[in-house]
């Protein structure tokens, strides 16, 4: 199983980065939405998503938007386990030592050595009128290197 996480504190942006990812798989990628749960608007969600690798076999990779709490990242652990042959694992995680991180890690039984992406997400900090820019030129970027990385290594 290959472990992708989007990290960062609280508000950075993880949940659309993950929110964009799974709707570019659906609608560019022609995955199929097993669990019918990936949201017409961006909130947290869960799902699982078939289709095809670059080899052209089947693959499933679940999905989880949020972390924030450890009841949140059992009923992942529980859809997981609901769920077999998933190939990949996309999750959100708190960035280094923050609360829950430690958790996620406990409740799905991995560690560190077992995610094989991690991006790290933070925060546009301009003040100014360029603010808006420079988070839609963030966001854009963020989101083609998770699409990128992921079409080059699995898909």
């Given at each position: 199983?290959?472990?992708?996480?989007?990290?960062?504190?609280?508000?950075?942006?993880?949940?659309?980065?993950?929110?964009?990812?799974?709707n570019?798989?659906?609608?560019?990628?022609?995955?199929?939405?097993?669990?019918q749960?990936?949201?017409?608007?961006k909130?947290?969600?869960?799902?699982?998503l078939?289709?095809?690798?670059?080899?052209?076999?089947?693959?499933?990779?679940?999905?989880?938007?949020?972390?924030?709490?450890?009841?949140i990242?059992?009923?992942?652990?529980t859809?997981?386990?609901?769920?077999?042959?998933?190939?990949?694992?996309?999750?959100?995680i708190?960035?280094?030592?923050?609360?829950?991180?430690k958790?996620?890690?406990?409740?799905?039984?991995?560690?560190e050595n077992?995610?094989?992406?991690?991006i790290?997400?933070?925060?546009?900090?301009?003040?100014?009128?360029?603010?808006?820019?420079?988070?839609?030129?963030?966001k854009?970027?963020i989101?083609?290197?998770?699409?990128?990385?992921?079409?080059?290594?699995?898909?």
């Open positions: 199983m290959k472990y992708i996480l989007i990290g960062g504190s609280q508000n950075v942006g993880k949940t659309e980065a993950i929110y964009h990812l799974a570019y798989l659906l609608n560019s990628r022609s995955f199929v939405d097993v669990l749960s990936v949201p017409k608007t909130r947290d969600f869960m799902a699982i078939e289709g095809k690798d670059k080899n052209r076999n089947n693959i499933r990779i679940a999905i989880n938007s949020a972390s924030d709490t450890p009841d990242i059992r009923k992942f652990k859809l997981l386990n609901e769920n077999k042959n998933i190939s990949i694992i996309i999750s959100s708190r960035d280094n030592n923050f609360y829950p991180r958790e996620f890690f406990d409740i799905l039984n991995i560690d077992d995610i094989d992406i991690e790290p997400l933070a925060k546009i900090t301009r003040r100014r009128k360029n603010k808006e820019i420079a988070l839609k030129w963030y854009n970027k989101n083609l290197l998770i699409i990128k990385l992921l079409e080059k290594i699995y898909l």
